[in-house]
């Protein structure tokens, strides 16, 4: 059973225009949500959280948007860069005492110069 | 944030042998955690190892195969024992710093031959 669903394998944008990558989750007691940004052979790098209390969080080009009526939340990078060009996962964490984090599939971003 | 440093940061196994992975991190932590990440696969949690109990194990994982040791707040290891290629992949060893966000490291690459 798949709690945390990336739909889109891949996405692919030019350089200097938005991306947006998408995430979805069945569980409605997760309580904090995080995103990563994953290059090939290397550990997960963190971007940007945001806790279910909020609906959007902002840091410098990355902007988290969580929809809980939707089970839903979103990633915007603008503008969008090369070097962003990576695999992205989001992940929801149940909190607690547990903070075990359930990852999506990952979305392969392609930014294009 | 934290600067976790993993050992080995890649190796080719033979069958039927063990490796044990180090994780040492720049400062005191409770919680740490192991991480597995298969080809083409997302994340999945494999223990969490805290210091000063038994490392906890997530379903489908077993401390026979995966043996855990946590001797004090920086340092925890993972052993791979008597590896097959399906045991080919990314370990991650991964922190909580502050608040609900987990921090990795760089991985180690595994494969089995």
Known sequence: DQQVKQNSPSLSVQEGRIS?????????MFDYFLWYKKYPAEGPTFLISISSIKDKNEDGRFTVFLNKSAKHLSLHIVPSQPGDSA????????????????FGTGTLLAVQP | SAVISQKPSRD???????????CQVDSQVTMMFWYRQQPGQSLTLIATANQGSEATYE???????????RPNLTFSTLTVSNMSPEDSSIYLCSVMVSGNTIYFGEGS???VV
């Open chain 1, 20 to 28: 947006i990558l998408n995430c979805d989750y069945t569980n409605s």
């Open chain 1, 87 to 102: 695999v992205y996962f989001c992940a929801a964490n149940y909190g607690g005492a547990t903070n075990k984090l359930i």
């Open chain 2, 12 to 22: 080719i196994c033979q069958r039927g042998t063990s490796l044990t992975i180090q």
């Open chain 2, 59 to 69: 379903s489908g994982f077993v401390i026979d195969k995966f043996p855990i040791s």
């Open chain 2, 109 to 111: 690459w595994l494969t």
